[in-house]
């Protein structure tokens, strides 16, 4: 067995997935493989790379030891529930053991259809598949907690999307599992209470074990999640990340980030800014994240109801009670991250904060640029460069003298060094590098991964990748290309 592979999910009761086969294709090709990230699951690099190892890459050959399945789950998209989602362009190949003794899913995305696809082919363009290598590398090297991405290839057939025929791809996912709200919903929309008990168990020992012995283990999960939602989104927001479907299907019960569609980050620091080409309304944009993380955890204690107490009163007060703790939770988490960014002592008031942030929106400033600036300031250089961002320059200055005041940068300059990223994958040049890849050139792909395995770094090799787009370089539309 070239994998150890050691598969739970699938000893579940047989409703809570499918088994299903991945659909074969006829040239695959290795875009890239995450050497990194092998080493750090224990798995063989040489055998991944090998002709057999590229064909489980790309759904052309199940691996001994596999037992692939499409997960069952539903969903709110855009607010409204769909009681039948699941894996329909998915599939789990099964769970490994990594290096530092955690268990994580193997999935590809891309490699076929499944008894959830409804419409779709079941199929990814290339494009979907760079994008979600590398922006969800990005943001684990940035600290996010993230599935990650172990490969990407080519399939050698074409997909058809809206743009027409698109080159196809097979992404490989690693996740510290796939469990998301939605699939706690697929239970409760099937009124079976005892499904819903076997998933809550098996989420318990695999992800919060710290729940079971408490009193109540059931209303201590509930926390549990909304705690990890409340401080993963308070990250996103201190990068200008946008995730650009907040759908409960995308909202990983582990507490990481999942599912890179029409993701960005934010150029010019607009609080309603929304990248997405199917979000229309706006839900999803960078301001409205965090009640939107309560919108899905609320969602999420909706299903445990049955499980806290047996009195449907009692288990509202108690669920209640906990979602009450997220405001203030997601609050400590984000001032600590932009305290951090600004170089401010704790004590220093969120008021300063704000009304920075209201200049940056108010004169359309570059969000990451701006603390790469301030950070650089910090650190003794001229504040001239940050002054020059600011088209009206009075605002700024009081502002300033203010920072001045209160910041004390030769305390807080490792924070500020380690909370203001040099490089984030800036749409235009993640666009770019897909753009490329279309016509068969992967280097630009390739050199925007590995500049952000170090975001946070000097490197002066990658400076064309801090700026800015210029105006006729804006995007201003991601697509899911699904
Ligand atoms: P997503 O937009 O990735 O969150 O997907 C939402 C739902 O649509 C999930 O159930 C997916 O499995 C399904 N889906 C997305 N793209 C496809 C596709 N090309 N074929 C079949 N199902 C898809
Ligand atoms: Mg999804």
């Known amino acids: 067995m070239n994998i150890l592979f050691d598969n739970t999910y699938a000893r579940l009761p047989e409703r809570f997935f499918a088994k299903q086969e991945s659909a074969r294709v006829p040239e695959p090709k290795l875009v890239r493989l995450n050497l990194g990230l092998a080493a750090k699951l224990s798995l063989d690099a040489d055998w991944l790379k090998s002709p057999d190892g590229v064909a489980m890459f790309a759904g052309n050959a199940i691996p001994e030891g596999a037992e692939p399945i499409a997960q069952a789950y539903a969903g709110h998209q855009f607010g409204g529930f ?166 409960t299907d995308n909202t990983a019960i582990s507490g990481e980030t999942i599912d890179y569609g029409p993701c960005a980050f934010m150029d010019a620091f607009h609080p309603q800014c929304v990248y997405s080409s199917i979000d229309s309304g706006g839900r999803y944009a960078w301001g409205n994240q965090p009640s939107i993380g309560l919108w899905n ?23 209640e009670a906990a979602l009450a703790g997220y405001p203030e939770r997601f609050g400590g988490q984000y001032a600590a991250h932009f305290r951090a960014k600004f170089g401010l002592p704790p004590e220093a008031p969120v008021a300063l904060i704000q009304e920075c942030l209201g200049l940056l929106d108010g004169q359309g400033v570059d969000f990451t640029l701006f603390f790469r600036h301030l950070t650089r300031v910090a650190g003794g250089e001229d504040p001239k460069t940050l002054a020059v961002m600011f088209s009206s320059s009075e605002p700024f200055e009081q502002w300033f003298a203010k920072w001045r005041g209160e910041a004390n940068p030769a305390r807080h300059l490792a924070a500020m060094r380690g909370t203001n990223p040099i490089l984030i ?19 630009p792909f390739h050199r925007l991964v590995d500049a952000l395995a170090a975001p946070y770094a000097e490197q002066v090799e990658y400076a064309d990748l801090e700026t800015p787009p210029r105006p006729e370089e804006i995007v201003h539309e991601t697509f899911c290309g699904t």
């Open 297 to 319: 955890v609320t969602r999420f204690a909706e299903t445990l109801l049955p499980l806290l107490s047996e009195d449907h009163d009692e288990a509202t007060k108690l669920a």
């Open 82 to 247: 769909s009681p039948q989602l699941g894996d329909g362009r998915a599939l789990l190949l099964g769970e490994v053991i990594g290096a530092d003794g955690a268990r994580y899913d193997l999935q590809l995305k891309g490699s076929g259809r499944t008894r959830f696809s409804r419409g779709g082919d079941g199929k990814s363009a290339l494009g979907p598949v760079l994008r979600e290598y590398i922006v969800s590398e990005a943001m684990s090297a940035l600290g996010v907690p993230t599935t990650r991405a172990l490969a990407a290839v080519a399939t050698g057939e074409k997909v058809m999307r809206q743009e027409g025929p698109l080159p196809g791809g097979v992404f490989t996912r690693v996740a510290a599992s796939h469990i998301r709200v939605g699939t706690f919903q697929y239970f409760l929309a099937r009124n079976d209470i005892d499904g819903l008990r076997v998933l809550a168990n098996y989420v318990m020992v695999r992800h919060y074990p710290a729940a079971a012995p408490a009193p109540n283990p059931y209303l201590a999960l509930l926390e549990s999640v909304a705690n990890a939602q409340a401080d993963l989104i308070a990250q996103w927001m201190s990068l200008g990340f946008i995730h650009g479907v907040m759908n």
């Open 425 to 443: 994958p800036r749409n235009h040049r993640v666009a770019q590098a897909i753009q490329n890849a279309y016509v068969g050139d992967f280097a």
